[in-house]
């Protein structure tokens, strides 16, 4: 069985220990210090709050993934789904039916998953008060024991259209609330600085700042030779160097090219540099489609800046070299791509530099001779 997991919540003996992040976040979870906790994408934010979380006792963590939420309702109806599946005491359960009863909901059973969920007349629509009734069955679930509530993708809220009033009213409430942690998880990192650290936002200075980078070497290498080894497959501390550069260091890519390198070979194997590119190959045959269809968005000019910043990763995006080498002649007009880029999510701007959000999409581009 392929011992590497990619793009899913990881724990135990999948997850690979970020012994400082880890203590950080249950340091500050102990303290009921409220964290926003940022970091790119595929960088392991999920499942290190999960982990943390799995191995702090005395604690219960309520979930919310807003993942491309895009209005009052919908954030809503996670939010109440995420509390559903939480408690299970009937008691509970029918004062948050008779707390939302001007929504109409009705209780059922998934069939599929088992868990239960919660359904509102489509006729009734929520407004942004809704959420202080949310907020306050929140409040009593840490009322019985320590709880960890944990958005995902926070940044996202942002795409609501009443998201000021929205942010306001998550604030008003959330600073009464006793017995309960809040972290806020983002990978958009100037939206969640502008949530935070903006004088001007009602969250401002509201929590503590963790950032996850890149995981340490010195403890990802061996934890990748490890699970190599558990299916009789060597490979050495500079082979794995170069899957994890090729992967732009990004933890969740890093693991996707090992899965798809160990798929590449057999039982008895030593892996070497060589067995890179049949790794690679596998990415780039499921995602060309993808990849395909980004190009249809993009102009000429867009194309060109993309190339140049999958060619280089040290060249400043708004230097003559990068006029040079991108044949465009005026700052405006790259500046005008780059931020079209951003925009569509394929690069992000991290310490002034850009850097393209999926490496292999920036391998593809070169392999194909863009």
């Known amino acids: 069985m392929n011992p590497f997991r990619y793009g899913q919540v990881v724990s135990d003996r999948d997850f690979c220990s970020r012994p400082s992040l880890q203590h950080q ?41 807003l993942l491309e939420v895009k209005s009052i309702d919908d954030l809503c109806r996670r939010m109440i789904t995420s509390i559903i599946r939480s408690e299970h005491r009937a008691g509970f359960q029918r004062k948050l039916l008779n707390t939302l009863s001007h929504l109409r909901p009705s209780l059922s059973i998934d069939p599929v998953t088992g868990f239960p969920t919660v359904s509102f007349d489509s006729r009734v629509g929520m407004k942004p008060d809704t959420i202080e009734g ?17 958005f995902d993708e926070f940044q996202d809220v942002l795409n609501i259209r009443e998201s000021a009033r929205v942010i306001a009213l998550l604030r008003s409430r959330i600073q009464f609330h006793q017995n309960i942690t809040y972290i806020f998880a983002g990978s958009v990192r100037n939206q969640m600085n502008g949530i935070f650290t903006d004088p001007g936002s009602p969250f401002f200075k509201s929590a503590a700042s963790l950032e996850v980078g890149p995981i340490d070497g010195k403890t ?3 934890f990748l030779i490890r699970k190599f080894a558990s299916g009789r497959r060597d490979i050495s501390a500079g082979t794995v160097d170069a899957v994890i550069r090729m992967a732009s260091n990004i933890p969740g890519d890093v693991q996707e090219l090992c899965a798809c390198i160990w798929d590449a070979t057999s039982s008895g194997d030593t892996i070497t540099n060589e067995h890179l590119a049949p790794g690679l190959n596998m990415i780039f045959a499921r995602e060309r489609k993808a990849y395909e269809a980004t190009l249809t968005q993009l102009t000429g000019h867009q194309l060109r800046c993309l190339i140049v910043l999958a060619e280089t990763d040290s060249i400043k995006a708004l230097s ?11 700052t405006s007009s790259v500046q005008a791509a780059l931020k079209r880029l951003v925009r569509l999510k394929i690069i992000y701007r991290h310490k002034g530099a850009y850097r393209l959000a999926n490496p292999f999409f920036g391998s593809w581009l070169i392999w194909n001779g863009y």
Do not use: C, W
Not at 145 to 150: H, N, P, S
Not at 324 to 330: A, F, L, M, W
């Open 220 to 222: 990802f290498v061996p």
């Open 320 to 330: 003559s070299e990068f006029l040079e080498k991108t044949g465009i002649r005026t």
């Open 25 to 65: 976040l249950m340091n500050f979870v102990d303290a009921g210090q409220n964290v926003f906790l940022q970091g790119e994408r595929r960088t392991g934010k999920t499942s290190l709050l999960h982990e943390t979380l799995r191995r702090l006792s005395g604690h219960r963590l309520l979930y919310i993934d």
């Open 134 to 150: 949310i907020l306050d069955l929140v409040a009593e679930l840490g009322r019985k024991k320590k709880l960890v509530v944990a």
